[in-house]
């Protein structure tokens, strides 16, 4: 399986602030023949399914914000909050489909500070 | 508005069988992949397994032979059923519709139903 590892493990930031959370995955998540990378970001509040944020490592989802954005390549992914709200603050985990099973990593709680 | 709602038994004794179905509203079912994943209390997400509009499965290795994924087109439903069930599979289970693309990955799951609480306890 892909092993998909989060840091940090926690995370606060001021309102208004930037937050970066980073993911790695195990081995390449990127096929080459359509240079997608697979690799999803979620946000998930307390009582709540997760909402899907971005897909393909950086398209984000429709109705998202544009505060949040996502970059990377290959093994190493970074979720990027420009501007924390408070309705920011969520459990936020990626996942790879580019092998099966599918792997999550194991979250990154943001909160403010 | 694509909505997907399940339900199931919550509280099951060990060695019983976890029953679960999810119907999807509003939206297409044979364009997409669908999914059960869960999550132990206070703790990470877990892909079970998918099911297609046509009824290939495929399951998780670690979960594969206690799993049984199966769809009723004609219901716009699928169900979940986890066998032989521990303390361990204690979790709030949720399904999830996979959307797949071009190259036949499946690359986002984009719509959550409402998770299902399901306790295993003597």
């Known amino acids: 399986d892909i092993v998909m590892t989060q840091s940090p493990d926690s995370l606060a930031v001021s309102l208004g602030g930037r937050a970066t959370i980073n993911c790695k995955s195990s081995?390449?998540?990127?096929?080459?023949?359509?240079?997608?990378?697979?690799l999803i970001w979620y946000q998930q509040k307390p009582g709540q399914p997760p909402k899907l944020l971005i897909y393909?490592?950086?398209t984000r989802e429709s109705g998202v914000p544009d505060r949040f954005s996502g970059s990377g390549s290959g093994t190493d992914f970074t979720l990027t909050i420009s501007s924390l709200q408070a309705e920011d603050v969520a459990i936020y985990y990626c996942?790879?489909?580019?092998?099966?099973?599918?792997?999550f990593g194991q979250g990154t709680k943001l909160e403010i500070k | 508005q694509v909505q997907l709602q399940q339900w199931g038994a919550g509280l099951l004794k060990p060695s019983e069988t976890l029953s679960l179905t999810c119907a999807v509203f509003?939206?297409?079912?044979?364009?997409?992949?669908w999914s059960w994943v869960r999550q132990p209390p206070g703790q990470g997400l877990e892909w079970i397994g998918e099911?297609?509009?046509?009824?290939?499965?495929d399951y998780n290795p670690s979960l594969k032979s206690r799993v049984t994924i199966s769809l009723d087109t004609s219901k716009n439903q699928f169900s979940l059923k986890l066998s032989s069930v521990t303390a361990a599979d204690t979790a709030v289970y949720f399904c999830?519709?996979?959307?797949?693309?071009?190259?036949?990955?499946?690359?986002?799951?984009?719509?959550w139903g409402q998770g299902t609480m399901v306790t295993v306890s003597s």
């Open positions: 999830a519709r996979g959307r797949r693309d071009a190259y036949n990955f499946v690359y986002a799951f984009d719509i």
């Open positions: 509003g939206g297409s079912f044979s364009d997409y992949y």
């Open positions: 099911i297609n509009h046509s009824g290939s499965t």
């Open positions: 081995q390449s998540i990127l096929y080459s023949s359509n240079n997608k990378n697979y």
């Open positions: 393909w490592a950086s």
């Open positions: 996942q790879q489909y580019y092998n099966s099973p599918p792997t």
